[in-house]
């Protein structure tokens, strides 16, 4: 998930892409082997990758499929999960599911630093209800509403680059999986925590935020840049 401040604000191959499993044959030496492939020298990119995939990839409209059991505790699981959060970290962003970087695995990892504070005005802060949030990272994770009262409130995400809209999400949730790198087996989420939540789990489901928003807010962050500068400008998928 992009952070917004402006506008106040399966695992038997399937031969036609690497990153789509089923679990019905799986193994963990088949596992093990599937995902060495992405780690071993190549001459083109392959996922994992050190971008976030974009809106048209089919990754990101297929269900992502759960870790199994006897795996989540391997070395390629670990691999996976840090290339989320070093992507998560280099773009600045506070959400990232595996899908995001071309693993259809149910893998999420949301981090709200303290420096992020900074980068909106104190009332943008406190409308949203924001608060920082510790590196989480949750495998196979399962979300509960606990309060159904809705906000909109502005929403971007990395995967449809340069573009934000209006989303309405619940205010409290339970996030509760299989924790990581200390996060616990469940957590109570409020506010904007709560809305990182929902729009990670939404993408191990192949829903993206505009399938949601309200059409109408739809718009380009750069707009205005666009026009003064006489469409000169530029839309970057690479940091």
Request: net charge positive; glycine share 6%; hydrophobic share 35%.
């Amino acid at each position: 998930m992009a952070l917004q401040k402006v506008n106040l604000l399966p695992i038997a191959l399937i031969n036609h892409s690497k990153r789509f499993f089923s679990t019905t044959t799986l193994k963990c030496k088949t596992f093990a082997q599937k995902y060495r492939e992405f780690w071993s020298p190549k001459s083109s990119n392959q996922p994992p990758y050190g971008h976030f995939t974009q809106v048209g990839d089919p990754v990101l409209r297929s269900k992502a499929v759960d870790v199994p059991e006897d795996v989540i505790n391997s070395k390629e699981i670990d691999l996976i999960i840090d290339q989320m959060i070093k992507v998560l970290r280099k773009y600045d962003c506070v959400g990232i599911a595996a899908p995001q970087i071309g693993i259809s695995l149910r893998i999420i990892v949301m981090e709200f630093r303290e420096g992020l504070k900074d980068k909106f005005k104190k009332e943008v802060y406190e409308a949203r209800k924001m608060s920082t949030l510790p590196l989480t990272v949750m495998i196979n994770p399962t979300l509960k509403i606990t309060n159904y009262t809705k906000h909109k409130h502005p929403e971007g995400c990395m995967s449809v680059r340069g573009f934000s809209a209006e989303v309405e999400r619940y205010d409290s949730v339970t996030l509760t999986g299989i924790g990581k790198r200390d996060t616990p087996n469940e957590l109570q989420l409020s506010g904007w925590n709560a809305r990182i939540a929902q729009h990670e789990m939404d993408h191990l489901d192949g829903k993206l935020y505009i399938d949601q928003m309200d059409g109408m807010t739809f718009h380009c962050t750069c707009w205005e840049a666009v026009n003064s500068k006489a469409g000169r400008v530029e839309i970057p998928f690479y940091k």
